[in-house]
């Protein structure tokens, strides 16, 4: 009976978030087909392209989504622990440049992936402990270390880092230490989009099948609960917030020894993929396999912006207008239903505290 309770339970939840995604696009689409149309462009056409038209690079889409997933499992499992992790920017720009080096030295890919997890780990727990332990509020201290790290980084390659051929980019990563392709055929595939899945069921399993995640997110339902329940928080959320940058300093290694293989003196190769993670992973829903759906779908609708760009002559702002419309159509019933469970439990704590008193 209970057995079939939950099974029941389940097909009601996954039934409502089916019909919810379905209604979100439809109405993002309508939304982005409006605007085209209001504008004097062929809004059929347009949504054609913007939906479809990544299509054609299939290699790209998936390679983007692979950096794209990381920083969005860099903001998720903090979240779920109720950290607001905005430091997947910087935690990326970091991986990336101890991946680099560690390539370099040691002509390992495996050791300069390794390298990056942990430089971007090693800023989540300087985030994450300066949040549990002195109440640094952790988006000050994330927006901090993304701009000093952005600086800093610039001005390491510009002026210690830079390939004496190509001026603007970083020394390359050696061959022997580069991922390299799948090939079907006539088509080839980055290894970088297996591994992103690898690393996304571990993300699953560690969330839903461990002891860790589940005290990392009882803690984020409920604090007090939790630790009535003899779990810490404030070490969960550092947990958390370690296992973020873990995942977000590979991606910034995933992105220069599986893709670039080289670090340009802008930083254009990881810039804003950061931010675009915190997007992803609600619309996603904040589960690794709802995110790993999601960074694709988005890679999807930045390559067909860029396609009707060139097809139709719409100005990139209109294109990335677009984009957002359908973005914020998919977060918001998740934003939604996460600000109506913070209200609730802040009423049943509220309420218990009255009666205890």
């Known amino acids: 009976m209970r057995s079939e309770k939950l099974a029941s339970w389940r097909l009601i939840e996954y039934t409502t978030i089916a019909v919810e995604i379905t209604g979100s696009i439809a109405l993002g689409l309508v939304v982005a087909g409006s605007i085209l149309a209001l504008l004097g462009y062929d809004p059929a056409r347009g949504i054609f392209l913007l939906v479809f038209g ?37 935690q990326m720009y970091l991986g990336g440049l101890a991946a680099l080096l560690a390539a ?49 980084i610039v001005y390491a390659i510009t002026a210690e880092l830079y ?25 080839k595939l980055h290894i970088i989009f297996p591994l992103m899945l690898a690393l996304v069921a571990v993300a699953y399993y560690l969330l839903y099948h461990t002891k860790l995640g589940y005290e990392i997110r009882a803690s984020g339902f409920s604090p007090k609960a939790a630790r009535y329940a003899g779990i810490d928080p404030k070490k969960t959320s550092v947990y958390s917030m370690v296992i973020g940058g873990f995942f977000a300093g590979v991606g910034g290694a995933l992105n220069v020894v599986g893709f670039t293989y080289y670090i340009d003196n802008l ?26 759906l999601a960074s694709i779908f988005f890679s999807m609708l930045v ?55």
């Open 54 to 90: 990544g299509l054609r690079n299939p290699d790209y889409l998936l390679s983007r989504a692979a950096f794209i997933a990381m920083t969005a499992l860099a903001f998720s499992i903090p979240l779920l622990a109720g950290v607001f992790n905005i430091g997947g920017e910087g």
């Open 267 to 292: 930083l254009t190769c990881m810039y804003g993929m950061g931010f675009t993670g915190i997007g992803v992973a609600l619309m996603g829903r904040n589960n690794p396999i709802g995110v790993a």
């Open 163 to 187: 390939d004496p051929v190509a001026p603007h980019e970083s020394i390359k990563v050696p061959k022997g230490a580069r991922l390299g392709v799948i090939r079907f055929g006539g088509l």
């Open 104 to 152: 370099v030295y040691s002509g390992n890919a495996a050791v300069a992936i390794l390298a990056g997890g942990l430089a971007g780990a090693a800023l989540g727990l300087i985030i994450g402990a300066l949040k549990a332990y002195r109440d640094v509020n952790e988006v000050v201290s994330a927006i901090m270390l993304n701009l000093t790290l952005f600086y800093v």
């Open 303 to 357: 390559l067909g912006g860029s396609r009707m760009q060139m097809l139709m002559r719409v100005p990139k702002e209109v294109a990335d207008t677009l984009s957002g419309v359908i973005i914020v159509a998919l977060s918001l019933p998740y934003a939604y239903r996460m600000l109506i469970s913070y209200i609730r439990i802040r009423r049943m704590v509220g309420v218990g505290a009255e009666q205890h008193s």
